[in-house]
Each structure stands twice: as C-alpha cells, then as structure tokens.
C-alpha cells in the first residue's frame, strides 16, 4: 500500500510525495488532500497538517505558509481564536506583527481614547512636538527667517517685540513665540531645533546671536503628552515594528518619540 505522506494514483509505479500544502494522512492513498484552513503544510511529504502557530493565521485551504498577524491583531489558536486574526478590543492598540494573544495589544494611556476595534497607534505626526523655528520682521509681519537669502534678511524681532506677538494669542498659558537660543546638536540647516533656551542678548551660552522663535505645539499635543507620560520619556511609535522576529524590512525604522524636558 501506498505509505503514508505519499500518493499514489491510478497506474503509480513509485509512490508520489504530496506537495507543500497538502497531506496523505492513511496508507493506500490515491490523492493527497489539501490542508484545512487554520493548517498548513510547509514542505513535501506531510502526513499531518500542522496547525498555524499563534500570531499567523491560515484563512485559505491548501496552504504551506502561515501570515503573520498585522498589526492591530493578534491570533491564539484555531480554538480560541478561530482561523484569522482578531482584531485588538476597544481600549487597547498594537502597531506591531504577530501579536499571540489578547494581551499583548497595548492599553492605550490614561486620558487618550481608543474607541474602535484593532487601531495601529493612537497618535499621529501631527501629535508629535514640533521645532523652534526662528522668525523675523517682514514689513511688520511675521516670517520665517530661513525664507530669505542671507544677504536680504528682514530685521530681527526684539525681545519685548518678540514676546509681545503672544498678547494676540488666545491661551495666554501656551505661547507660540519664544526669544533666547537653540541648543546644539539637534539644530538642523534651517536653524530649527528641538531644544530652546530663554536668553537676552547678555547671557547667551551656546550661540552668539539671540533670536525671536516660533513654535506652536513644542510639548506635542495633549495626546502626546499623555502617551509620554504614560510609556516613559521614550517610546518607539513607528508602526512595523516586529514582534517576533518578523515584519516588512521597509518598515522596520524606530522613529522614537523623545518627551521635551
């Protein structure tokens, strides 16, 4: 009789090994059939269907490579879980693959709401602290300094000019414009930076020159704010990050979230 993992049709003279995806579980038989979703089979010659390992699902018959859950959701066992993959419960998020159970989706912080089923991230780019950038004087206006040419700058703000654009603001408690210095190294090529200290001219201590600055959001938005205090002063946020070991290379950067001082 044909052995098991083998096949052996009608005027077989040597018995067949089943291909990836299928199974010939009993001896004598003719055709192999294909694995059952929740199973798959990863190489030749199978006599049992494997079961898709947590954190993959296997929707389709006939398959030899088990997906890996996205992000969002997770997958126990064909018996716990079915299947496909589940989404993460309202109240909880995952921006990572293959999560294996309910309790690797992550509790979104105290204060942020998460209302529907199997979100990747509770905050955007847009949440995220914005940069000090400096402005200057152009016929009255505001502008950003790094606009012009360096050799036809408009004139810089003062510091009581500077700090008098607030009194328009409707918060009085959240300023957008600051005067004093950036601090190095985080100073990019259009002389934004994260890092600002206040300073007159007279006690300036990492640049010699101190400048009036704009910067609508340099905490992050209350989101932020709350998801920083919540996971710690750092956290990776990029969604894509793997959770076992897999993942799209492609999206596989860590954009770390850095909480202002």
């Known amino acids: 009789a044909c052995p098991p993992s083998f096949q052996c049709p009608k005027g077989t003279a040597t018995p067949r090994p089943t291909s990836k995806g299928f199974h010939a579980e009993h001896p004598g038989t003719i055709e192999s059939s294909a694995c059952l979703p929740g199973f798959y089979a990863p190489t030749i010659q199978t006599a049992q269907c494997y079961e898709c390992p947590p954190g993959t699902s296997c929707m389709f018959e006939g398959l030899f490579e088990a997906e890996e859950c996205g992000p969002g959701t997770y997958r126990s066992t064909n018996d716990e879980s079915g299947h496909s993959c589940v989404p993460c419960p309202q109240g909880t998020w995952a921006k990572n693959w293959g999560l294996r159970e309910k309790g690797e989706c992550t509790r979104c912080p105290t204060g942020v709401v998460c209302p529907l089923d199997g979100m990747t991230n509770p905050c955007s780019y847009t949440d995220l602290p914005t940069p000090y950038e400096p402005i200057v004087n152009s016929q009255g206006m505001t502008a950003f300094e790094y606009a012009f040419p360096s050799d036809s700058k408009p004139s810089p703000f003062s510091m ?28 990019d ?73």
Request: net charge neutral; hydrophobic share 25%.
């Open 189 to 261: 090529i259009l002389g934004r930076g994260p890092q600002f200290r206040p300073s007159d001219q007279t006690s300036l201590k990492y640049q010699s020159l101190a400048k009036c600055y704009k910067n609508s959001q340099p905490r992050g938005s209350l989101v932020y704010q709350r998801m920083a205090d919540y996971y710690g002063p750092q956290y990776d946020i990029q969604t894509g990050h793997p959770h076992q070991g897999y993942g799209i290379d492609l999206l596989n950067n860590q954009i770390y979230a850095t909480a202002p001082p």
């Open 160 to 187: 009581d000019e500077c700090l008098a654009l607030n009194s328009g603001a409707e918060k009085s408690t959240s300023p957008e414009y600051f005067f004093g210095e950036l601090i190095p190294p985080y100073i």
